[in-house]
């Protein structure tokens, strides 16, 4: 069992509605928690990056949230676009053995319809 | 933030050749790092690139497949050695600096554009 799960794996939504991506994750402790934007062919593109002791973050029209107590983050994504059709993942930072790791998602795959 | 450029950007080889993928950063940074992407999968690690010494592969991959070098801190190569089909795959080159805001400071990963390799 991957210790960051994403869902839905996949999601298709009009333009100009709102969406929320869920992740949910078993590290712990943990640095802090990314979110990225990997849109086809290209890298990933940091979207926010929260330690455990921030709940929300907004970049944009970007909004996470974190609950350490819980282990989850949300992604919300308002008014959407077509140019949001991508996919999210989302990354937890975690000490490990004297240094660290980047434990990766699954990823949710969003594609946004005219 | 870091800017990283990777050659080349996408290659089709024959099983059996090696191919070599160059990663550029326009600043110096400490911490590199060479990923693999397969179709529809996240993101695993492959090894970190040291500058100066060899690099640190995470378990399933070994040099011998996967060498790296690392000669300063702006530059490192992946080289996929007697390739088959399962290496098609995207590769990608990520570094990390040390960022900050009113919470405190952390270190944000920035990644390349990636390398998509197809093996025939």
């Known amino acids: 069992k991957n210790q960051v799960e994403q869902s839905p794996q996949s999601l298709i939504i009009l333009e100009g509605k709102n969406c929320t991506l869920q992740?949910?994750?078993?590290?712990?402790?943990?640095?802090?928690l990314r979110w990225y934007k990997q849109d086809t062919g290209r890298g990933p593109v940091s979207l926010t990056i929260?330690?455990?002791?921030?709940n929300t973050k907004s970049n944009g029209r970007y909004t996470a949230t974190l609950d350490a107590d819980t282990k989850q983050s949300s992604l919300h994504i308002t008014a959407s676009q077509l140019s949001d059709s991508a996919s999210y993942i989302c990354v937890v930072r975690a000490p490990l053995s004297g240094t660290y790791k980047y434990i990766f998602g699954t990823g949710t795959r969003l594609k946004v319809l005219a | 933030s870091a800017v990283i450029s990777q050659k080349p950007s996408r290659d089709i080889c024959q099983r059996g050749t090696s191919l070599t993928i160059q990663c550029q950063v326009d600043?110096?940074?400490?911490?590199m790092f060479w990923y693999r992407q397969q179709p529809g999968q996240s993101l695993t690690l492959i090894a970190t690139a040291n500058q100066g010494s060899e690099a640190t592969y995470e378990s399933g991959f070994v040099i011998d497949k996967f060498p790296i070098s690392r000669p300063n801190l702006t530059f490192s190569t992946l080289t996929v050695s007697n390739m088959s089909p399962e290496d098609s795959s995207i590769y990608l080159c990520?570094?990390?600096?040390?960022?900050?805001?009113?919470?405190?400071?952390?270190?944000?990963?920035?990644f390349g554009p990636g390398t998509r390799l197809t093996v025939l």
């Open positions: 929260m330690t455990f002791s921030e």
């Open positions: 600043s110096q940074v400490t911490m």
């Open positions: 990520s570094v990390e600096v040390s960022g900050g805001s009113t919470s405190g400071t952390y270190n944000e990963q920035f």
């Open positions: 992740c949910n994750y078993t590290v712990s402790p943990f640095s802090n």
